[in-house]
Nanobody
Framework: QVQLQESGPGLVKPSQTLSLTCTVSGASITSSYYNWGWIRQPPGKGLEWMGVIRYDGTSYYIPSLKSRTSISRDTSKNQFSLQLSSVTPEDTAVYYC?????????WGQGTQVTVSS
């Protein structure tokens, strides 16, 4: 059974960098043809893909967040991480990590991140 678990601070100050880590068990993040991504849901809004890191280590981001987003991985720990810089209150959301291969088949439970001073 594949499991994903997000971890990181629940409160971030404006202008700081939001950092989250997803720990994966039951599958390797280097397994061919699977991508590992970050999705968020602001309050009262729909889900928004932020970006993915592929099994080969290459990363892709949605254009609107590309300048502020970085996704990296630690294969020795089977983890991948999200960094979102220069956050504002509009970045307040539930953040999910997920596995996808054309469609999302496994999700983390999500973690609330609030941007506030």
């Amino acid at each position: 059974q594949v499991q994903l678990q997000e971890s990181g601070p629940g409160l971030v100050k404006p202008s700081q960098t939001l950092s989250l880590t997803c720990t994966v068990s039951g599958a390797s993040i280097t397994s061919s043809y699977y991508n590992w991504g970050w999705i968020r849901q602001p309050p009262g809004k729909g889900l928004e893909w932020m970006g993915v890191i592929r099994y080969d280590g290459t990363s892709y981001y949605i254009p609107s967040l590309k300048s502020r987003t970085s996704i990296s991985r630690d294969t020795s720990k089977n983890q991948f991480s999200l960094q979102l810089s220069s956050v504002t209150p509009e970045d307040t959301a539930v953040y999910y990590c997920a596995r996808e291969n054309g469609r999302v088949d496994y999700w983390g439970q999500g973690t609330q991140v609030t941007v506030s001073s």
